[in-house]
């Protein structure tokens, strides 16, 4: 019996937010013939369970603020597991193309000539409709604006004071180191009252939310003890009324 042929190729993958039945049809097809998987530390360890028996398992977490996997380790694993074994999976949470170096991944496997492949997933921030915060509604935003809370530099993004000139939803992912000076940047432009929410584990059994004034961002962490990763959400769509 001849050998399998080795057809190097990546998946990126996005895992959703949480909740194990929230990626779509093609992550579990592709799941279930995987030959490795490299997955992080927001992916949901049950989806491993939809792999085959031979399929090699391989953490790559990046704990916020706390140990991590180098990227360039990532990248070297995904081209000697590709080259080595055939169909690799980077099951990353959220969706990968929103703050997850999805797309950092693929370019580097086509420079090594492995075929790319990509499937989107449910982002963190979609999720929060869990919790009865719509990301738009009619007359009270008409637009979205997606953040990071932390620069490659560490600074906070210049983007969120533009943001703030709109009635934009804006959605801050990676902020939860940076809630003094966020709360601190909307008092200042005279914007402290504005309605904001902390979300942690959304989608999931065991999420926290804490809703008030984004000038209260610290208080409203600590009064229900949330910490990272979570979203942070500003704007009115977080005080509808139900």
Known sequence: MSAKEIIPQLYVVGAGPGDPELITVKAYKILQIA????Y???ANKELLNLCPAHCEHIYVG?????EYTPQEKIQELIKQKAFEKGLVVRLKG???FIFG???EEILYARQHGIATYFIPGISSMQAIGFEDIPLTHRAVSESVWIVTGTKKDGTLSNDLKLAMQSNA???IYMGMKKMAE???TYVEAGRGDTPAAIIQHASL???KNAKGMVKDLLALADSKQITYPALIVIGNVVGIKK
């Open 101 to 103: 170096r999805g797309f």
């Open 40 to 42: 992080d530390n927001l």
């Open 205 to 207: 059994p065991h999420s």
């Open 169 to 171: 939803t804006v959605v």
């Open 94 to 96: 959220g969706d990968p």
């Open 35 to 38: 030959d490795v998987v490299l």
């Open 182 to 184: 966020i709360a601190a």
């Open 62 to 66: 990046k704990q916020p603020y706390g």
